[in-house]
């Protein structure tokens, strides 16, 4: 038992130096200039070049960006989780012909892969003239994180007694009464899992944007980073900073919201 606690140990170690040391590393380069990453990559700066994180902090190419991603992040967590909703409220409490092959078929959206769609989805957009708009981004996301949210949430719906729902109905509770006003506030734990995971989607989402904006003035973030790369490719440091800059909302975010997604995920699997 001790030898197999330690291998765990070990793998969770050098996992986790997978991935802090990468941060790190970039963390401490920002600090740096050229000079002395060319030098001395993995020291400590010597000096400390505070410089490259407050020009970009003072500079709109990281706050537009950023307020951008924020803006399309939200507006896709509204929009999915209140179409997802319904559709999930209907699968899990209405008995219907061809309800569970309309189902099957929403779930089979999780084998479709994002990039094989780009380019039909590219010729749509332009058709609907929703090239540089922010919707044009937003409701792709949406679409593309139905069948999971679906998923999610007909698992926490069904879980709900029938009695609750008579008792409602008995009541004079209609049936949309009963999702908006009973369903969805015991559901909550459930709505803040697939909010969370619909954050952090959109937020890393890098191929949408970056086809549907020719406009600077709603990149997002993730295209920010690869056009300031783009900019200052022989600023290595400069661009390390902002590199940091930009993952620091999402993984504040994450830390914050880890505890509920898991919580969410671990509770819908076991309730299903």
């Known amino acids: 038992m001790r030898v197999k606690h330690l ?5 969770a170690i050098v996992v986790g130096a997978v991935i802090i040391v990468p941060v790190a590393f970039g963390v401490l380069g920002g600090f740096k200039d050229n000079g002395q990453l060319s030098t ?9 070049v505070p410089e490259n994180y407050t020009s970009i902090l003072g500079s709109s190419a990281f ?31 209405f008995n219907f012909r061809g309800r569970e092959l309309l189902y099957t078929l929403f779930a089979a959206g999780l084998m479709f892969p994002f ?10 957009l332009r058709e609907l003239s929703l090239l540089n708009s922010p919707l044009g981004v937003i409701l792709p996301q949406v679409a593309f994180g139905l069948p999971m949210t679906i998923i999610i949430l007909r698992a926490f719906f069904r879980t709900i007694p029938g009695e609750v729902e008579e ?10 009464g009963f999702y908006w006003r009973i369903l969805l506030p015991m559901a909550r734990p459930a709505l803040a899992t697939v909010s969370v995971l619909a954050i952090v989607t959109s937020w890393n989402n890098f191929m949408l944007p970056l086809v549907v904006f020719t406009d600077p003035s709603w990149w997002t973030l993730p295209v920010g ?35 509920q997604l898991v919580g969410g995920l671990a509770s819908g699997a076991t309730k299903g």
């Not at 291998?7 to 793998?11: A, I, P, Q, T």
């Not at 990039?115 to 749509?124: E, N, S």
């Not at 400069?238 to 914050?256: D, K, T």
């Open 115 to 124: 990039a094989v769609a780009i380019l039909p989805l590219f010729v749509l």
């Open 167 to 176: 008792a409602a109905i008995l009541d004079g509770c209609t049936p949309f």
């Open 40 to 48: 001395d990559p993995f020291g400590l700066p010597d000096p400390w």
């Open 63 to 93: 706050w537009r960006p950023m307020f951008n991603s924020a803006l399309i992040a939200a507006a896709t967590v509204v929009l999915l989780v209140l179409v997802a909703s319904m559709a999930a409220y209907i699968f899990a409490r």
């Open 225 to 259: 980073v690869q056009q300031f790369q783009g900019q200052y490719a022989s600023d290595t440091a400069r661009i390390l900073a902002y590199v940091v800059l930009a993952m620091l909302p999402a993984l504040a975010f994450y830390s914050v919201a880890e505890r």
């Open 7 to 11: 291998w765990l140990h070990l793998v």
